[in-house]
């Protein structure tokens, strides 16, 4: 009889839970029990691990095999937990130095040829390791780069099972077949698409729609664009990312982790460094949305656009309860995710950009045959609570040929707008030093009074808005932010009446 033990990483979300891989070889009928709330995937290991082990050239145990997964309360998914438990078998059986590697956290799924074959969610199980002291962590080789993104670790990446036993048992040079190529392509997304960047001079005849991109870049605003089709609502939207501030190293490692969980990562690219950009069909479920899932918890569209922009195209075609359900993380930069067997949260701190045309036609001027009721229909499937935590509000109006002719000569490019955004956002963190805050967005609006007080004559019209039962007071701190936004590429210390007038007017639907 014997024992060992190695350890492994389970997610719950993206959050990583440290687990301890126990096997003990023991009497009873040859055969391997399973225990610690296992999934569908992990009650098949057993199969898969004994080919692996057997036409890795070793022999396995014609005992009665015991491998318990602890904390046993914890759900375990995914086939990650290969490798740990075919080294636990190992290790139990005196095969090899099992001891050696009970401190590293092994991360990888065997073939039934002892090929090792790459994971989701290695970063944020990197991430959970290092939390909790670990430092040396063997992967399959397609998972290297990933495992590398975080810093101070020591990370083994082997090609098969065999070329792990090897470097356990001290063999100074194991041998490596051709589909364990060390150069062999990283990444296990799907490969990014080359092309041409897109670029905010492409839009032409939307001034105004333009500037509120500008403007919704450097505060982080959110943006609701109506217009008929062909207007430029899709383009503005793709194109306010090209406009956003590269991601800092730590919102990298944020939006990758989540991307890992989602198995979304660009092939080869395994740190995403631009603001994400994610665009459901109106036709997404609430999970797929929000998040969530009858077995697998997965990150929906609000996670995966984490730190960039989450694009509703045809926003009332969407369903209410998915369209409300964004208020949450809105609010919060957060969605949790409750299941009768656990609790998952995911980051979901994002720009929303929603576009709609004005009616169910989508037909211009005088080619739309709605009738008045049902053109204020359609637009009222966007709730007013969720408007309500829009800044900026801009109708985009049919171009003639002559305007976009005039036009190309003053739009601007993606270059030049992100300049300004640049140090827009600049004079906004220095003002929000010492706060959890980096842009005006973000600021509470009892923290925006408090801290940061707007001259009486610059409020005025928000005043009187309000006593009219023209605005919220939500909607009076949505205003405030975006001239205090005006205000930073402008360049001036504080809002004047003309910044929080404009900011009323975006926020009405109403600026020219």
Excluded at 124 to 143: H, K, Y
Excluded at 283 to 297: E, Q
Excluded at 461 to 469: E, F, I, K, Q, S
Aim: overall charge neutral; aromatic content about 4%; charged content about 20%.
């Amino acid at each position: 009889m014997g024992l060992a033990r190695t350890r492994s990483v389970a997610l719950l979300g993206v959050e990583g839970h440290d687990i301890e891989i126990e096997a003990h070889l023991g009497d009873g009928p040859a055969g391997l029990t399973l225990v610690g709330l296992p999934d569908t995937a992990l009650r098949e290991a057993r199969d898969r691990i004994r080919a692996a082990i057997v036409n890795s050239g070793e022999h396995w145990p014609e005992e009665h095999i015991t491998v318990s997964l602890s904390p046993a309360s914890l759900p375990k998914r995914g086939s990650g937990f290969d490798l740990g438990i075919a080294t636990a078998v190992l290790g139990a059986s005196g095969a090899l130095p099992v001891e050696a590697v009970y401190d590293s956290v092994l991360l990888a799924e065997l073939g039934l040829d002892g090929r090792t074959r790459p994971v989701r969610g290695v970063l944020p199980a990197v991430l959970a390791g290092v939390r909790t002291g670990r430092s040396r962590f063997v992967v399959a080789r397609a998972n290297a780069a990933e495992a590398m993104l975080v810093p101070g670790v020591d990370v083994l990446a082997v090609g098969s099972l065999g070329e792990f036993l090897a470097r356990l048992r001290g063999d100074p040079d194991p041998v490596l077949g051709a589909e364990d190529d060390p150069d062999a392509e990283l990444g296990t997304g799907p490969e990014r698409a080359p092309g041409r960047r897109p670029d905010l001079a492409d839009v032409l005849g939307q001034p105004v729609a333009r500037r509120a991109v500008e403007i919704a870049a450097a505060g982080g605003h959110n943006l609701f664009l109506v217009g008929p089709p062909g207007t430029g609502k899709s383009l503005l939207a793709e194109r306010l990312p090209t406009v956003l501030p590269p991601l800092t190293m730590s919102e990298s490692i944020e939006a990758s982790a989540i991307h890992s969980v989602a198995g979304t990562l660009p092939r080869g690219e395994p740190l995403i460094t631009d603001p994400p950009f994610c665009d459901p069909h109106h036709t997404a479920t609430r999970a797929a949305v929000i998040g969530g899932g009858s077995g697998h918890l997965r990150p929906g569209s609000v996670s995966l656009a984490h730190r960039g922009v989450l694009f509703l195209d045809e926003a009332p075609e969407f369903s209410r309860g998915v369209l409300d359900s964004l208020r949450q993380p809105l609010e919060s930069g957060e969605v949790v995710v409750a299941r009768a067997a656990a609790t998952a949260r995911f980051p979901a701190r994002f720009q929303l950009v929603l576009a709609a045309n004005p009616c169910p036609c989508g037909k211009p001027g005088r080619g739309c045959v709605c009738p008045s009721l049902v053109r204020r229909r359609y637009l009222t499937r966007l709730s007013g609570p969720l408007l309500d935590r829009v800044d900026l509000k801009v109708e985009l109006q049919p171009v003639a040929r002559a305007e976009l002719l005039a036009d190309q000569a003053f739009a601007e490019s993606s270059e030049t707008v992100a300049a300004r955004v640049r140090d827009a956002r600049g004079r906004a963190a220095r003002r929000l030093a010492g706060t959890p805050w980096s842009t005006n967005a973000q600021v509470p609006g009892a923290e925006l009074r408090r801290r940061f007080p707007v001259p009486g004559d610059a409020v005025r019209v928000l005043a009187a808005a309000l006593d009219r039962g023209e605005i919220s007071a939500r909607g009076v701190d949505r205003v405030l932010r975006t001239a205090w936004t005006l205000a930073d590429l402008a360049g001036r210390a504080v809002p004047t009446a003309d910044d929080t007038g404009y900011a009323y007017a975006l926020w009405m639907g109403a600026a020219s």
